[in-house]
Every structure is written in C-alpha cells, then in structure tokens.
C-alpha cells in the first residue's frame, strides 16, 4: 500500500506570491491533517478534513486554506507569503478524524522557503 | 506558557544504555501520542496512549492521566534510534505539541 505522497518536496517562492501544496492520502484515508514545522514554534497543527469537510482548524489566518477532494485528496494553499511561512508543511491521514481516534501516517514534507 | 513541555530537550547516550524521555501538558486530552522524526523531516507515529502502558519491541510508552505525565523509554538504545521524539496531545478541537527531544545514540 502506497503511504501519504506530498508534493512537491520542495518550493521555493517570493513574498508576497501565492502556494499551493499538494497531499495524497494512504487508500482508505479519509481523514487528513495538516501541520506546519518551524525551528522557531515547532509543530502546529493547521487544519483537518474528513470526508470533503473541514473539521478542525489551528491558530492560523485566514491565509492558509485547505480543501478536500471527494477522492480524499487535500491541497492547502497560503496566500500573500511571508518570509515567516517557510516551514516544513506536513500531511497527515487516518481512518478517521483527530488523533484522538486514529493513527496518524505521515507524508515526507514540503519544504517551502519564501524569500 | 506551552501546553506541552518535554525533557530533556536534548540527549546524547552510548548505545545500549536505557533512555527515557518525558512529557507533561497542561490540558486535558482524549489521547497522547509519540512521534519520532528522523533527519530530513519524516515522521512515524509511535505510540497513542489513553491510559497505562504500550510496547513495541524496545520502546516503551506510560501516561499517568492524574499526573498529566508520560514518559517514551527505549531500552538497549541503538544508533538507529537517533531522532527527535515528539509528545503530541489532542484537547478537544486543539492539537499541542512538544518542542520534541532530540536524541543521539553513540556507537
């Protein structure tokens, strides 16, 4: 069975420009989660959907967004970059929703520099 | 004021040696979880805890639910086991993560 595919691995964009992340999710998976990675904060949860529906949300602005497609795929998208959004941006699916319920698998990243 | 403190935050032991990383947090959670991120940035869910103890092969996992503490041994540590370990809880709709503990086993 294929695990969590991000794309793409790596990006990197000027401020002010707009992204688009990509997560395929193990077949099965309906949930999926994202979190961003920073030196600074560490891991911060963004957002979840499960089943085309945003379920749970993290301190984020309204910047960052996120879909879910009804083949379970997710794209998140962050707008008007900062120098600050350069993170890892990791994805996450499960069975069901949250951690709470389920383990989660995780994808390999995108690392995303913003200059 | 994180709702999430590890330690050590960082570890260096000889291989063999038993190690033991700890978590607390401040909320209460449904569940906790440990993680370990290896260099380059992927991550493997461990452990998910709601209460007492789990094991998988050499590692280790407790949570005292009164005392908000957990703790990830590793026993007969390897240089494989190099990696940072994340305790990651779940408080209703929030998720809250440790700063992680990184850990380098010497041959």
């Known amino acids: 069975k294929a695990g969590v595919t991000q794309t793409p691995r790596y990006l990197i964009k000027t401020r002010g420009q707009q992204v688009t992340l990509s997560c395929s999710p193990i077949?099965?998976?309906?949930?999926v989660s994202w979190y961003q990675q920073t030196p600074g904060q560490g891991l911060q949860f963004l957002f979840e959907?499960?089943?085309?529906?945003?379920?749970n949300k993290g301190n984020f602005p309204g910047r960052f967004s996120g879909r879910q497609f009804s083949n379970s795929r997710s794209e998140m998208n962050v707008s008007t970059l900062e120098l600050g959004d350069s993170a890892l941006y990791l994805c996450?699916?499960?069975?069901?929703?949250?951690?709470?319920?389920?383990?989660?698998?995780f994808g390999a990243g995108t690392r995303l520099s913003v200059l | 004021k994180n709702e999430v403190e590890q330690s050590p935050q960082n570890l260096t032991a000889q291989e063999g040696e038993f190690i033991t990383i700890n978590c607390s947090y401040s909320?209460?959670?449904?569940?906790l979880h440990w993680l370990q991120q290896h260099p380059g940035g992927g991550i493997v869910s461990l452990f998910m805890?709601?209460?007492g103890k789990k094991k998988h092969g050499r590692l280790i996992a407790t949570i005292n639910i009164q005392e908000k503490h957990s703790s990830l041994h590793i026993t007969a540590s390897h240089p494989r086991d190099s990696a940072v370990y994340i305790c990651?809880?779940?408080?209703?709709?929030?998720?809250?993560f440790g700063t992680g503990t990184s850990l380098t086993v010497i041959p």
């Open positions: 909320v209460g959670i449904s569940a």
């Open positions: 077949s099965g998976h309906r949930s």
């Open positions: 996450a699916s499960s069975l069901g929703t949250g951690l709470a319920k389920n383990i989660q698998y």
């Open positions: 805890l709601s209460s």
């Open positions: 959907y499960f089943s085309e529906t945003q379920r």
């Open positions: 990651a809880v779940r408080n209703g709709n929030q998720f809250y």
